[in-house]
């Protein structure tokens, strides 16, 4: 569970890039020896609360209107009762939605794909996939996907309109758009968008 995503350098504000840097420091046989480093690295790192908060707000039980309402606190984080559609902070958590539940969902299954035990001694339940073919493999083509996500899901909320008062952005997430807040919509609308750039 522990990903980049989710981990900081204690004394540092970016967050980790290196993807599988667990994975790839801990080589040992030793399984006591493993779990010790692994202790080791996790400790050295923080956690980012406001992207576990969107990995909850996406995956943790609740109905659209709790979904919408906790988006907005997490967004707004003055609590204001409007918000912009070129808000800075709305901005740099939309491509959050799209890492957690397009790429983060699919790094996850790569790692623990075969792990899922057969049932009555059949195969595993979980076919291989091959991954790559759907992710983004160099930076530019991730910052192009997340641009069209974040343009899409701004657009989609918003319409025309430059800002939402709190109560309409609820009711249109909870009521007319709540599709945005859903993860096989959002994994979706991403790799509809993928599928485009890489035909072209």
Do not use: W
């Not at 290196?18 to 040992?28: K, N, P």
């Not at 204001?80 to 902070?89: G, I, M, V, W």
């Not at 599709?179 to 096989?184: A, M, T, V, Y």
């Amino acid at each position: 569970m522990f990903d980049k995503l989710f981990l900081f350098g204690k004394d540092e504000g970016d967050m980790i890039v290196s993807e599988g840097e667990e994975e790839e420091e801990i080589g040992s046989d030793d399984e006591a020896v493993d779990t010790a480093r692994k202790l080791r690295i996790i400790s050295q790192k923080k956690v980012s609360i406001p992207n576990l908060m969107c990995l909850g707000l996406l995956y943790c039980p609740s109905n659209r209107r709790q979904r919408a309402e906790k988006f907005y606190e997490l967004v707004e984080i003055q609590l204001t009762n409007h918000l912009s559609a070129a808000d800075k902070e709305f901005r740099e958590y939309v491509p959050y939605l799209y890492e957690i539940s397009y790429k983060f969902m699919f790094r996850l299954y790569e790692r623990h794909r075969d792990q899922t035990p057969p049932t009555n001694g059949g195969q595993i339940l979980q076919p291989e996939v091959e991954v790559k073919k759907f992710l983004p493999l160099d930076y530019e083509t991730d910052e192009i996907l997340s641009q069209k996500f974040t343009k899409k899901f701004v657009d989609t909320l918003f319409q025309s309109r430059t800002n939402l008062k709190r109560k309409q952005f609820e009711d249109r997430l909870a009521e007319n758009v709540y599709n945005l807040l859903q993860p096989h919509d959002i994994r979706k609308n991403v790799y509809d968008k993928f599928s485009e750039i890489q035909i072209t």
